[in-house]
């Protein structure tokens, strides 16, 4: 299917997953005795699903964000979500829905490469993205900040009990990650440490399903910000062209 959206960097690092089966022969007549699955271990499973997300040209992505996250540089607008495509190298059509001034606000954003539009908060044409509009959705899928490679610098990874998201059985994983690592992610508004980070893999295919970057609390954080970022529709063609 064909989806049109914004774009911007992102790429690399990840889960993986090695899972081991060893049959016994029959003996004698006796039906074969299978042996116990091999359970990948966690930094396994972030290394498979990071090569995974590191292969994949597209995706399309669901964001939504609870505390205070600002994406100007006077922190006068509040994201409240995005969702869009995301196309390597460097294309991104994204939808937010922001606060300003107590008021919401829908706005899109397109990115190519160095170029981005987004529409204008009382009109609604397009035109040439402001530099204060500084956050870029890009960078989920970026080679050096996206989310790829920030999973390959997590720490304390353990595993929790899988689960099934939207009819796919997943990989549940938590780890810490110090707040400069995921800065460039989260255009520096997560702050504190350490970062919570929650990720759902799929079990059959590596595709990271679903990444939580959860604040920590502070006397300075009245409000601290949760992201849940929902991956899906991996590898689907996508068109992302500029809208002017």
Known sequence: MDRRWPGHH??????????????LSACG???????????ASPTALLERASQRLAETPTV???LTVTGDTFIDSAKTIRLVSASGDLERP??????????????AVTLQL???????????ILTGDWGPAPFEFAYQPTVLFDDQNGIGPVMGR??????????????????HLRARVD??????????????KPVTVDLWIDQETDNLLRAVLAESPAP????PATWTLDLSHHGDKVSIEPPV
Do not use: C
């Open 60 to 62: 399309h992505f669901q």
């Open 154 to 171: 997590v720490s304390d990874v353990e595993r929790l009990p899988d689960e099934t998201m939207d009819g796919h059985s997943a990989y």
């Open 110 to 120: 397109i990115t190519i490469g160095d170029k981005s539009w987004t529409t204008n």
């Open 220 to 223: 300075d954080r009245p409000h």
């Open 179 to 192: 707040d400069q690592v995921i800065g460039p992610l989260t255009y520096y508004t997560i702050k504190g």
């Open 90 to 103: 460097n294309r991104v059509a994204t939808t937010f829905k922001v606060e300003v001034g107590g008021r």
């Open 29 to 39: 007549g006796s039906p074969a005795t299978p042996t116990a699955v091999a359970t």
């Open 10 to 23: 992102a790429a690399t690092a990840l889960a993986a997953i090695v899972v081991t089966l060893a049959l």
